[in-house]
């Protein structure tokens, strides 16, 4: 166990204390629920980048970095689904959720093949990451309605729409493995 795995396990402790918090009835659960997801977010880059910098990546933190990132980010947008109870607002968590789910198992589906790197992060891919990370930032910490969480949701809207552009690179980069198997 080193210090990039333990930042990612942390990012997965954080899970339930945000929602814990998120549900209190108090006027700073917003502002802190942001201020988790904000330091869950900051561990996601550390993580990678301590792992990188000090030779220290692991299969188990290869494993489980992705499915922390994606954790997250389902249980704030399922938490922000609730308390908007908007179809706007679940629209765009629905693609970014779905787009979660075809990437993922099209990644493995390609790691079974070898062909994993074809299907690689992208540079679209890290751009549309940090856009959801800052629109759930500002919409977990400010109340519907009010002109951040507006700015919010519009830049929610971009990173879905960076969502299905990256999901149509992916696609596009398997589609000689896929077209091949039909």
């Keep these: 166990m080193n210090i990039p795995n333990l930042l990612t396990l942390a990012r997965i402790a954080f899970i339930p204390l945000l929602?814990?918090?998120?549900?209190?009835?108090?006027s700073w659960s917003l502002p802190v629920s942001a201020l988790l997801f904000g330091c869950a977010s900051v561990t996601d880059w550390l993580d990678g980048y301590l792992a990188r910098r000090w030779d220290q990546s692991t299969p188990f933190g290869?494993?489980?970095?992705?499915?922390?990132d994606k954790l997250m980010v389902a249980v704030a947008l399922a938490l922000l689904i609730e308390?908007?109870?908007?179809?706007?607002?679940t629209l765009p968590a629905l693609v970014i959720i779905g787009r979660e789910i075809v990437i993922s198992a099209l990644r493995e589906w390609m790691a079974e093949m070898g062909k994993r790197a074809s299907v690689g992060v992208s540079w679209t891919g890290k751009f549309k990451t940090t856009m959801q990370m800052v629109a759930l930032l500002i919409l977990l910490g400010?109340?519907?309605?009010?002109?951040p969480a507006i700015a919010g949701v519009v830049v929610l809207y971009a990173a879905a729409l960076l969502t299905l552009w990256s999901m149509i690179q992916y696609l596009r980069a398997a589609w000689p493995h896929l077209s091949r198997s039909m």
């Design 142 to 147: 400010f109340a519907p309605g009010t002109l």
């Design 83 to 89: 308390r908007y109870d908007a179809v706007w607002l």
């Design 19 to 26: 929602v814990v918090i998120f549900y209190l009835p108090y």
């Design 62 to 68: 290869a494993f489980l970095d992705p499915v922390a």
